[in-house]
């Protein structure tokens, strides 16, 4: 079977699966660590993927009221897949994507998905694209978030699936946001400041954010400002927090706060910190908290304290990598950490 749908990108070649990619299929979906959080059972049956590529046999493109599973091939083989429903209507897509173990983790699915949702958005007119996965699927959430989706809603126990009711995201972006987010700057900025949030400035640093991924490890900057608001006591003194805007070129980028070191504790504890999401990668972050490090050095103190949230996606590797050594103590189940100045 051959098609008029073809896309190429740097490394890959997207087009809809033919019989040649049955066997390739059959065996990758047949992978328990693949097909651990996607929606088919196992095993997963050759007959199935036969009638997967039938359904699709001649078709031309992409249209209105269809579902088609775009091949990924790599250097001649199929290493993964791509899943297209336009509704009825057009204007609106769903994706999906599963990629072999052994081709997972070198950026092939994020290259190949941007390259049909950019398809979809320039070529073919749509104007909204969605993808539904479950809260589990972490891996699959921060695909979505790296092409600029955002998470639109999570519907408890709404998704029946392998026998019980799951947990359902919906990630979703407008044609316009694609576009928006591909405009984004993506190389480091000349110049980065800590700022005073003021009166004027506030409501703007609020709308700052990081991924949902990322939200496990820190608040946003609505709940750094409750917290700061009462911020209670630390072995009976009061903790005094310290608010900071982080500035890129003049533009809003992130949010810094601190607890101001006191007689019992010398070292500020780096409270809240983030990049806003359309700014990460940039360099931002190391260059913000080495100004943080500068003022705390030059009030002469001894150093800085800060701690994070064990798990996949922890901060835990930026931090060690600008020098905070970990003190082996663990406060409110998360690992404490001491950078000496």
Do not use: C
């Not at 009638?51 to 699709?56: E, G, K, P, S, Y």
């Not at 930026?318 to 404490?336: N, R, S």
Request: charged share 25%; no cysteine; hydrophobic share 40%.
């Amino acid at each position: 079977m051959t098609s008029a749908y073809l896309l190429r990108t740097e490394r890959l070649t997207v087009r809809p699966v033919r019989e040649s990619d049955i066997d390739a299929l059959t065996a990758y979906r047949n992978d328990p660590e693949v097909s651990a959080l996607q929606d088919w059972d196992l095993p997963y049956p050759r007959e199935r993927a036969e009638r997967l590529v039938a359904a699709q046999a001649g078709r031309e493109d992409l249209s209105p009221g269809t579902r088609t599973q775009l091949g990924i091939e790599l250097d001649g083989a199929l290493v993964g897949d791509v899943y297209v429903g336009v509704v009825e209507e057009g204007g609106v897509a769903e994706i999906g994507f599963t990629l072999a173990r052994e081709h997972q983790g070198m950026g092939y699915a994020v290259e190949a998905v941007s390259a049909v949702v950019d398809d979809l958005v320039d070529r073919l007119g749509i104007h909204r694209v969605t993808a539904q996965l479950s809260p589990q699927n972490l891996a699959s959430a921060r695909l979505l978030e790296r092409i600029g989706m955002e998470l639109e809603s999570l519907s408890p126990k709404s998704y029946w699936w392998r026998g019980a009711w799951d947990d359902n995201l919906v990630y979703a972006m407008s044609a316009d946001d694609r576009r928006s987010w591909r405009a984004r700057p993506l190389t480091p900025p000349a110049e980065v400041r800590l700022v005073p949030i003021t009166e004027a400035t506030h409501r703007t640093y609020e709308r700052l954010a990081t991924h949902w991924t990322q939200q496990r490890f820190v608040a946003t900057v609505s709940q750094s400002f409750g917290d700061a608001l009462f911020p209670g006591e630390h072995e009976g003194v009061p903790i005094v927090p310290v608010l900071h805007g982080i500035e890129a070129n003049g533009e809003p980028v992130g949010f810094l706060m601190y607890a101001a070191g006191d007689e019992v504790q010398p070292r500020p504890y780096l409270w809240r910190f983030l990049i806003d999401r359309r700014h990460q990668g940039r360099g931002i972050g190391r260059r913000a908290l080495g100004a943080f490090v500068d003022q705390v050095r030059s009030e002469g103190r001894p150093g800085i304290i800060v701690s994070w949230v064990p798990g996949p996606g922890t901060p835990e590797a930026f931090y060690l990598a600008v020098g905070f050594v970990p003190t082996g103590e663990i406060h409110d189940g998360e690992v404490v950490a001491r950078l000496t100045l």
